[in-house]
């Protein structure tokens, strides 16, 4: 097919890579260990842990589920935490094992919890405290045998852990009380581990690193598989592109967006753990004052985020007095960068806002702009290394240069399927390997790819998917509703919001009412923040719901 985004490569980035450079996602980190020993890998509450230390925790807790808990290799672990040291740890320690990350979203309420655990068939949840209470709801109807909980301080210093554990539990009282009998917490399990020998359990390419969950393009929350030729190859592909940046600097990155999300896990955690550079992990970026703070205190180099993210430290009046004399890399994506935030991140930074491309499908990265981009230019950049981007029409068949069509990527990076989902992997990977992202674009003359619009109904909440048949099912189950139909409207903080509009059942049903259900049964953004009521709802001749015209109507331009 044609390439035209070969002529418009970056000097010095390899038209492919080659994922047989390391077998695996944990011969990566053992080799990075080896070769950056005494550096600091890790920093989180004014602790650095170095790449040694981290190697020898993680020697531990694999040593720990493969010796004591005896989990057969394959086995899926879910990890459940905001960024902490003991989330690499964990998520490293599983991979040596020769087991199968789950990430979990820590604001999961009961209802979505239960869906991953039973989904993936986890064995075994690693949860900070904070959320264990979750947990206990929905684990006796779950496959999890084995938990492993730990305290938001378990990897800090005393006294400085004990005081941030007992300010969590006593003062903010963020670590409701819970009983998880046999439980076993991360401290003890990395001392039971140690008792044993241990050594990286060997895995290959075909073998699965992580179950990523995502809506994909459509429908209910569903595992994609990413094998670890699916995150080698990303990893190599990013450091390919960043390489003539980075060069032999050994810096600071900020790690704001959680570990759980694709994005910061391969971009942050994996990518720059190659060249030897420090993640700062950022526990809460919402508390802006406190992110603030942390970056006051570190020589940051580089900062990965989400237009929301950029947008909010940009109105902190602190931020503006930051050093920024060592930034030289600041990449977004997870949603689409605002020229606006981009242009002012140029004036008080100095720094271009670099957007990339990507689906938790593609592990996640496929497009990316140039790491020398002058001034934003509104697009998602070129495709990545050994990688391909089809503009296609709804029959799959690809169309001339400069149309307009569904964005398809092809690459060593797109995942093996949805998990156990023949039916939905069918729906986006065709049998030539193109997935189809869902995404409506075209691509330039030089090989750029702009975003038009989505083609689904998907909703981006801040970086995360909404999609509307689950909060729609959610709200017909309240008794006072007949029918709802649920869309996205723009909002300047977060990209969109979830509105639902609504057919009273009950004509006494209030919006106050209808948006206390959803809390009880929705993660945060995935509660409407507008409920509009209606006499009816637009359908189609079969009696589907026309969310398009929900738009035109209720949404302003």
């Known amino acids: 097919m044609?390439?035209?985004?070969?002529?418009?490569?970056?000097?010095?980035?390899?038209?492919?890579?080659?994922?047989?450079?390391?077998?695996?996602v944990a011969e990566i980190f053992d080799r990075s260990c080896k070769k950056y020993a005494n550096m600091s890998a890790y920093s989180n509450f004014g602790k650095d842990i170095s790449f040694q230390q981290a190697h020898d925790y993680t020697t531990r807790l694999a040593s720990y589920l493969n010796n004591v808990l005896q989990l057969?290799?394959?086995?899926?672990?879910?990890?459940?935490?905001?960024?902490?040291?003991?989330?690499?740890?964990?998520?490293?320690?599983?991979?040596?094992?020769?087991?199968?990350?789950?990430?979990?979203?820590?604001?999961?309420?009961?209802?979505?919890?239960k869906h991953q655990l039973n989904d993936s068939g986890a064995e075994a949840i690693i949860i900070v405290?904070?959320?264990?209470?979750?947990?206990?709801?929905v684990i006796d109807d779950t496959p999890v045998k084995h938990v492993i909980t730990t305290k938001m301080g378990d990897m800090l210093d005393f006294p400085k852990a004990a005081i941030i554990n007992l300010v969590i539990k006593y003062v903010k009282k963020m670590s409701p009380a819970f009983r998880l009998p046999g439980a076993v917490n991360f401290k003890q399990a990395l001392k039971l581990g140690g008792k044993h020998h241990f050594e990286t359990v060997p895995t290959t390419h075909e073998d699965i690193a992580f179950l990523q969950y995502t809506g994909g393009t459509t429908g209910v929350s569903k595992g994609a598989v990413l094998t670890n030729r699916n995150m080698?190859?990303?990893?190599?592909?990013a450091s390919a592109w960043i390489r003539s940046t980075v060069d032999d600097r050994k810096e600071t990155i900020i790690t704001a967006l959680p570990l759980y999300h694709i994005f910061s896990l391969t971009a942050n955690c994996l990518t720059f753990m190659l060249y030897g550079w420090k993640n700062h992990?950022?526990?809460?970026?919402?508390?802006?004052?406190?992110?603030?703070?942390?970056?006051?205190?570190?020589?940051?180099?580089?900062?990965?985020?989400?237009?929301?993210?950029?947008?909010?430290?940009?109105?902190?009046?602190?931020?503006?007095?930051?050093?920024?004399?060592?930034?030289?890399?600041?990449?977004?994506?997870?949603?689409?960068?605002?020229?606006?935030?981009?242009?002012?991140?140029?004036?008080?930074?100095?720094?271009?806002?670099?957007?990339?491309?990507?689906l938790t499908e593609t592990s996640p990265a496929a497009c990316m702009n140039p790491m020398d981009l002058k001034e934003f230019n509104g697009k998602i950049g070129l495709p990545i290394s050994s990688t391909e981007v089809s503009?296609?029409?709804?029959?799959?068949?690809?169309?001339?240069?400069?149309?307009?069509?569904?964005?398809?990527?092809?690459?060593?990076?797109?995942?093996?399927?949805?998990?156990?989902?023949?039916?939905?992997?069918?729906?986006?990977?065709?049998?030539?390997?193109?997935?189809?992202?869902?995404?409506?674009?075209?691509?330039?003359?030089?090989?750029f790819v702009e975003i038009v619009d989505r083609k689904k109904d998907m909703i981006l909440v801040s970086g995360f998917n909404v999609f509307p048949n689950e909060v729609e099912g959610f709200i017909a189950e309240h008794e006072g509703v007949l029918e709802?139909?649920?869309?996205?409207?723009?909002?300047?903080?977060?990209?969109?919001?979830?509105?639902?509009?609504?057919?009273?059942?009950?004509?006494?049903?209030?919006?106050?009412?209808?948006?206390?259900?959803?809390?009880?049964?929705?993660?945060?953004?995935?509660?409407?923040?507008?409920?509009?009521?209606?006499?009816?709802?637009?359908?189609?001749?079969?009696?589907?719901?026309?969310r398009r015209e929900l738009r035109d109507k209720y949404v302003k331009a």
């Open 129 to 137: 405290e904070n959320f264990a209470h979750v947990l206990e709801e």
């Open 484 to 546: 709802v139909g649920v869309i996205g409207a723009p909002d300047e903080k977060s990209g969109e919001v979830v509105m639902a509009v609504v057919v009273k059942k009950d004509p006494n049903l209030t919006e106050e009412e209808l948006i206390t259900f959803c809390r009880d049964g929705l993660t945060n953004y995935k509660v409407p923040k507008h409920i509009i009521f209606a006499d009816e709802l637009p359908k189609t001749n079969v009696g589907k719901i026309l």
């Open 72 to 113: 057969p290799r394959g086995s899926r672990v879910a990890v459940m935490m905001p960024n902490l040291l003991q989330n690499p740890i964990a998520i490293f320690a599983i991979l040596r094992a020769g087991l199968v990350v789950v990430n979990t979203n820590p604001l999961y309420t009961a209802r979505e919890l």
């Open 281 to 358: 992990l950022i526990t809460n970026p919402r508390d802006m004052k406190g992110f603030i703070k942390e970056l006051q205190k570190t020589d940051f180099a580089a900062m990965t985020g989400v237009n929301t993210l950029f947008n909010g430290l940009l109105n902190q009046p602190e931020f503006k007095n930051l050093d920024f004399s060592k930034f030289i890399i600041a990449l977004g994506g997870g949603m689409a960068v605002q020229r606006a935030v981009a242009q002012r991140w140029k004036e008080i930074t100095g720094t271009t806002l670099i957007e990339a491309y990507g």
């Open 2 to 24: 044609q390439k035209p985004w070969l002529a418009s490569y970056p000097p010095g980035v390899p038209h492919e890579i080659s994922p047989d450079e390391y077998n695996s």
């Open 391 to 447: 503009i296609q029409d709804d029959d799959w068949r690809q169309l001339e240069l400069g149309k307009t069509g569904e964005i398809c990527i092809r690459g060593p990076q797109v995942m093996r399927g949805y998990w156990q989902r023949p039916k939905e992997t069918a729906n986006v990977l065709s049998n030539d390997g193109w997935l189809h992202t869902g995404d409506i674009g075209f691509m330039d003359e030089k090989g």
């Open 232 to 237: 080698v190859s990303n990893v190599l592909q």
